[in-house]
């Protein structure tokens, strides 16, 4: 089938970070740099065809729409990020959209959504508004976000199109730039005259407790696919801000895009948008999460026969992919005197220790400090002895999410029944791509750690015997009240655990 140009131009940037308010120090722009930090055609190709870009790049190819491509940053996730470094990545944001803006019909914005800095709570509302100084108030901008979106009242004064993904674990990239495009393509060419309405609630919930295949979030999908479905309704979104945020206006959010021209009713879209916040308020208490202490793990997986694995211990607390800082040695010290019998799989963020590996070399027993270096209000070192089996420059490509990592100078160290993988930067465990790249085989070890809060299911549930989420501190701790929140606004839930009905939303 041909597709008839529209003649429609839409351009395309994006700017990604999640925070975790709680993380030490702040993000600086090296971290975006090492991340990734594209310009131009390349940006169609960064995401290796599966990231949201690639879905709109589909849509916009069915529709007849020309993408324009500008610049995108991504930094990943960790600590707030510095204002000196926000600075410089708006300025070439704007500066990259400014070039072109003359010339397109759209604007297209791939975001994360729990970005802040020291002096900005709410980037993506900032970026949204910087566009909108560009163009006329009914110019179409439309943004993708993640699940764990913190949404806020400016992003959607900034527009009416915003789409996020509607799953966790998160497999839905690629459709959710789809969608983001679907809603773009609708009002660039006129076919739709899309509007938002929204409702935010005071609540939170541990990361741990997001997750969207199992009751009642299932059933809350379910019901969002439903009314996406329905005559007037254009796209429906639930944002469940990730926990780690200490902004004033934290919470979740539902939202529903209906389309003006043809809604039966002009409250359609608050309607659902109430709908659906109101069963994510009354199922509050379910996505509270419970973890198990190690022993009680070792305990278990200790009894259990020799073709039962892997085991999967997930310690969220320290969840690299939540702004963690990925150098806790809490569960290693535990499993050092406590020990799992079988091959254990880990990982650590430690820049000496990879290097003095690297600089003692393959086969050399080597005492150092591991772990403890950066978050150290949450963590210590702990001094160990081990063989080194291999070191590597740490460039891999992970498969969630698709893209080429680099965590610089890695060693593979041997403890025992223990092989622990240390790099120099926080190495994402959403996947066991870390683990592959230094010859580790998961399927066949006793157990693997997952420096992960619940991300990590969609990959290691598949190829696990049992995954166990296990209690430790940290910056991504699943206790929430051990935090320490400053600027929410109360009440929060569960922060707040007796809020009056009439009061749970913003
Ligand atoms: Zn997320």
């Known amino acids: 089938m041909s597709i008839t140009p529209t003649g429609k131009k839409v351009a395309v940037a994006g700017l990604t970070f999640e925070t975790n308010s709680f993380s030490p120090d702040l993000t600086h722009l090296d971290t975006f740099q090492r991340f990734a930090m594209v310009e131009g055609v390349d940006l169609f190709t960064a995401g290796l065809g599966k990231d949201e870009i690639a879905g709109a790049m589909e849509v916009a190819a069915q529709m007849g729409i020309e993408l324009i491509p500008t610049t995108t940053a991504d930094g990943g996730c960790g600590p707030t990020v510095s204002d000196v470094a926000y600075a410089f990545l708006k300025e070439r944001f704007v500066t990259g959209l400014a070039k072109v803006i003359s010339q397109v019909d759209g604007v297209y914005l791939r975001l994360h959504g729990a970005m802040t800095t020291e002096s900005c709570e709410d980037v993506e509302g900032d970026l949204i508004a910087a566009v909108r100084e560009m163009t006329t108030p009914d110019f179409p901008i439309a943004v993708s976000c993640d699940l764990h979106a913190h949404f806020t009242a400016k992003m959607a004064q900034g527009t009416n199109l915003i789409a996020g993904y509607q799953t966790c674990p998160h497999i839905d990239f690629f459709n959710t730039g789809k969608r983001a495009m679907r809603l773009l393509g609708l009002a660039v060419t006129s076919q739709a005259k899309p509007k938002l309405s929204f ?17 009642p979030l299932k059933e809350v ?6 009314i996406e479905k329905l005559p007037g309704v254009l796209d429906a979104t639930i944002f469940c801000t990730q926990p780690w945020l200490d902004v004033s206006e934290l919470g979740w959010s539902a939202l529903v895009v209906t389309d003006e021209n043809s809604e039966s009713s002009p409250d359609l879209g608050q309607q659902y948008a109430d709908e659906i916040a109101n069963s994510l308020w009354n199922y509050r208490d379910k996505f509270l999460f419970t973890k198990v202490d190690i022993a009680d793990a070792v305990k278990t997986i200790n009894a259990s026969t020799p073709d039962q694995r892997p085991f999967i211990f997930a310690d969220g607390s320290d969840s690299t992919s939540g702004g963690s800082t990925g150098d806790s040695s809490f569960i290693l010290a535990a499993l050092i005197s406590n020990p799992i019998h079988g091959q254990v ?12 590996c690297a600089e003692a070399g393959v086969g050399a027993t080597v005492t150092l400090n591991l772990g403890g270096t950066r978050a150290t209000k949450f ?8 063989k ?7 460039s891999y490509q992970s498969k969630y999410p698709s893209k080429i ?4 100078t890695t060693a593979l160290l041997n403890i025992g029944e223990i092989e622990i993988v240390i790099t120099s930067n926080p190495a994402f465990m959403l996947d066991y791509q870390l ?15 997952a420096k992960s809060a619940g991300g990590y299911r969609a ?9 166990i989420d296990v209690n430790a501190p940290g910056p991504s701790d699943n206790r929430l009240s051990e935090l320490p929140f400053t600027r929410p606004k109360r009440p929060l839930w569960p922060l707040d655990l007796n809020i009056p009905d009439r009061n749970y939303q913003y």
């Open 221 to 226: 999908k379910a019901r969002i696919h439903e």
């Open 345 to 356: 799989l880990m990982s650590i963020t430690d820049e000496p220790a990879a290097i003095a």
């Open 388 to 394: 080194v089996i291999k070191i590597t420059n740490g």
């Open 199 to 215: 409702r935010k609630l005071k609540m939170i919930s541990p990361a741990e407790g997001i997750d969207t295949t199992i009751w």
């Open 379 to 386: 963590f210590k070192p702990l001094q160990v002895t081990g």
């Open 405 to 408: 990592f680099n965590v610089g």
């Open 459 to 467: 990959y290691y549930e598949p190829i696990a015997f049992a995954c």
């Open 435 to 449: 683990y592959d790249h230094m010859g580790l085989d998961v399927t066949k070890a006793k157990a693997v750690q």
